[in-house]
């Protein structure tokens, strides 16, 4: 192999070339260069790299690098953009399409028996206005039914129609991007049923083998079903072939917070297990070598199958039979070449995968196992064998993956340690044993004692988990990572576990301490200073789709959070999935006032996940019953939570770092006013800066506040009801003389809000506008003099 001087290195080569893959595609999504000039580059540096590679020059890394950058730009910029007759060019249309259903349909039932279904619909042709065009690309199906009488299988040829939306997920930072990872599997849009129906045009006639593996998950179920509890058999089925449907939410939790959720979902950890059982069997029973990798590659095969052949599956298969077969032919050094190559192959089969939180993370922990473990299991040798090695499997995949955790869910479980001692050996058995239940499945008799047996083992790890869960600091909290910490985070620990790399840099650290220890002195005192000094007030405006949710932090860092958004006649608990995640990300773990301007569930149905999960000060709400509060919230009968609520009153004021809270009005009568009119408003100062948050406010309460008030003028104005026109009337905005507008507002929401009348008078009035469901999050950062305005679409 070339060497880099003609070099030696061949895995930092390999992987600096996929850093530069990946950086050129994470740029093409910010910034593409024309086609010309990326071809222009790659000609040259070509050219460049030919000459010295024959001239063997110790810089022939250097356009080879380059070479990756520019491809990754063009394969990011391809991997973006869309044909002529991608069906996305429809969105907003009404129309009929035919297609293939592609994957087993996705089944959730709600609280009240619905069964809700999502199909991925392989496109062929649209039907619009009796003209049929053909298409391609991916959609998902939405509908909603009764029962599971009829079901339109893989394979099928069927037709839907509605109107084609595009996907669109919440747009806050730290969210993981449904849009990019639903383009990343094919899929361009959505349509939701409504009353229509899914018309199966033409059955599946030939064997389809995905749809035979779906055959045969749903007779594991079932004959998981016959033989013991529900909850346990959709716990089973769950650990053998992935999902969270019909799990107890404090099972799902407890999981959660001690680290070892991914046991619910098939990944690479699954693969290696499996391959360690096939492993320990062939030692045991003495096979060869190539006879045990064989059954190894049948057995992986054959899982990969029976899970449905989905790409993740199929990545954590081959890596797996990779590193098994590195194993086996006792040539574990080149598992960490075997894992890079892998990693390349496919991001250059799908660049996309780079944004996949599961590649991400399988890729990570990985290299964790490969490049960590073996250090930790000497450190730890005087330990019994198995706890060394679970100490050092769980400390080298999180202490590899902590910045992509910390990023994604702010959180790390030391209890994870403890669970990985105790209860992930159970579940694995488990894994074990239902899965030999399932090679059986000729074998009734056997196959059901089998799954007995994982059964009654499943509630004994379903109580040491439980119980590991309930202990304190089962799980902490830990800071979203900026970039360049990150980068740092990785140098050291490549520093620490490398020993070239730390034997040059002691002797560089010796050579010039004393100037290494003035920097580190400076940027110890420098990061001191970042930390303690004020900062300036931020007002965000979360993405929680039709619904509002403000979020203050103030100079320094309190916390007032003022609506929380929330779904109407939905499951999906917007506080817990949306606003705990925006709060962790931005470390806050306490609020100091949460503020309800009404008891409409899109604004204030999120508070009770919030109030379970951190502390809350002061709860203020609108002058309201409290029995609509509590449905609203949905809370348990004997919940108090409302005890601690004080009801707002015109002019009661509060004020934190020099930044001042005013309810401008209150609802002083609650049998006159209800609903929207039942809006409280709160004025926002700081030095020259204010805010102006209205809730659903209709005009005729506007109306008061201009007859009423003189104070009403303000830097930035929460539009009122999401844009409605029954809102933000011409004279309110004129006497409010807002520089910006923020308009809270759902895509594709029922209601067609913001109301063009509202948009126009805006516009008249040159006042800038923001929208959530165009630019995500809105985030104005002001000293109460100057004003920046980031957004997050």
């Known amino acids: 192999m070339m060497n880099i001087q003609y070099g030696q290195y061949p895995l930092l080569f390999l992987n600096s070339l996929i850093f530069c893959y990946s950086l050129g595609i994470y740029g093409a999504e910010k910034y593409t260069l024309p086609h010309k000039c990326l071809f222009l580059l790659l ?21 080879v690098v380059f070479i990756f950058l520019l491809l990754g730009q063009l394969a990011g910029s391809a991997a973006f953009s869309v044909s002529a007759d991608n069906i996305s060019r429809w969105e907003n249309k009404s129309l009929t399409v035919e297609g293939t259903v592609c994957e087993e349909p996705s089944v959730r039932q709600d609280n009240s028996g619905i069964y809700h279904l999502s199909y991925i619909i392989d496109t062929q042709k649209i039907i619009q206005k009796n003209q049929t065009q053909s298409t391609r690309g991916k959609i998902y199906f939405y509908k909603k039914q009764k029962n599971l009488s009829s079901l339109a299988k893989i394979g099928d040829t069927v037709s839907v129609s509605g109107t084609l939306r595009q996907i669109h997920g919440y747009h806050n930072p730290g969210q993981i991007n449904r849009e990019l990872r639903a383009r990343q599997l094919g899929i361009y849009g ?12 033409n059955p599946a006639a030939d064997f389809n083998l995905k749809q035979f593996s779906a055959d045969l998950r749903y007779k594991i179920l079932n004959t998981l079903l016959s033989v013991m509890p529900s909850d346990d058999a959709y716990m089973i089925f769950a650990m053998l072939f992935g999902g969270y449907s019909n799990i107890p939410a404090e099972l799902l939790e407890a999981f959660s917070l001690t680290g070892i959720i991914h046991i619910l979902s098939v990944s690479g950890s699954h693969i290696s297990l499996i391959a360690g059982f096939l492993l320990s069997l062939g030692r045991l029973f003495r096979l060869p070598r190539s006879l045990n990798l064989l059954l190894l590659v049948i057995t992986i095969s054959f899982y990969a199958f029976l899970c449905g ?20 032919l006792q040539k574990s050094h080149e598992a960490a070449h075997l894992l890079s190559i892998t990693a390349l192959i496919m991001l250059l089969i799908s660049p996309l995968l780079l944004f996949d939180i599961s590649f991400q993370l399988s890729f990570a922990s990985t290299a964790g196992l490969i490049y960590l473990m073996s250090f930790f299991r000497q450190k730890l040798h005087f330990l019994p064998r198995f706890i060394a090695d679970n100490i050092a499997l769980t400390a080298s995949a999180q202490i590899m993956t ?59 790890a379903n109580m040491f988990t439980l119980h590991i869960a309930a202990l304190p600091f089962a799980s902490v909290y830990i800071p979203t990572l900026p970039f360049i910490c990150v980068a740092v985070y990785y140098l050291i620990l490549f520093i620490i576990f490398n020993r070239k790399a730390g034997t040059f840099c002691w002797k560089i650290i010796r050579r010039y301490r004393f100037g290494v220890a003035a920097l580190s002195l400076i940027s110890l005192l420098f990061s001191a200073y970042l930390i303690f000094k004020p900062h300036d007030l931020q007002i965000h405006f979360i993405d929680v789709s039709q619904g ?34 925006y709060l962790r990300h931005y470390g806050i773990t306490k609020l100091d006032y949460l503020i309800l301007s009404h008891a409409d569930a899109d604004h204030a149905a ?46 009661m004021q509060f004020t934190l770092d020099g930044v001042q809270f005013q309810f401008l009005r209150a609802n002083e009568n609650p049998s006159l006013n209800t609903g929207n009119a039942a809006s409280n408003v709160l004025k926002l100062s700081y030095h020259n800066f204010s805010a102006l948050f209205t809730g659903d406010l209709p005009e005729k309460q506007e109306q008061y506040l201009v007859q009423n008030r003189s104070d009403l003028q303000s830097t930035v104005l929460k539009i009122a009801h999401h844009g409605s026109k029954t809102s933000s009337s011409a004279e309110f905005l ?38 959530t469901d165009t630019n995500g999050a809105v985030v104005f950062s002001t000293d109460g003099y100057k004003l920046k305005i980031d957004t997050f679409s």
């Open 548 to 581: 509002d949710c403000i979020l203050v932090i103030t100079p320094q860092h309190k916390a007032v959070m003022i609506d929380t958004g929330g779904s109407v006649n939905s499951d999906f608990d917007i506080g817990a999935r949306v606003d705990l995640p």
């Open 734 to 771: 004129q006497n409010v003389k807002p520089h910006f507008a923020v308009i809270s507002v759902g895509k594709y929401n029922s209601f067609n809000h913001p109301s063009p009348e509202v948009i126009e008078r805006l516009n008249k009035l040159q006042i800038p506008i923001y929208r």
């Open 43 to 63: 000609i040259v540096n070509f050219c460049l790299a030919v000459y010295l590679m024959l001239k063997k020059h110790h810089l022939t890394f250097v356009p």
């Open 402 to 460: 902590l910045p992509l955790i910390a990023w994604y869910f702010n959180s790390l479980s030391p209890s994870s340690l403890i669970a990985n001692l105790i209860a992930v050996p159970l579940l694995e058995f488990i894994i074990i044993l239902s899965l030999s239940g399932c090679l059986i499945l000729f074998l009734p008799f056997i196959a059901k004692i089998l799954f007995i047996s994982s059964s009654l083992i499943l509630g004994l």
């Open 606 to 651: 999120g508070a009770y996940a919030i109030m379970q999960k951190i502390p809350v000060n002061h709860f203020i709400i609108a002058n309201q019953p409290l029995k609509e509060y509590r449905k609203v919230l949905k809370l348990p009968p004997d919940n108090q939570i409302l005890n601690q609520a004080v009801t707002a009153r015109t002019d």
């Open 190 to 201: 959505f349509i939701s049923a409504g009353k229509a129906d899914i018309n199966i045009i």
């Open 309 to 328: 052949c989905t790409a993740p599956v199929i990545r954590a298969a081959v890596m797996g039979i990779l590193t098994a077969a590195a194993l086996t």
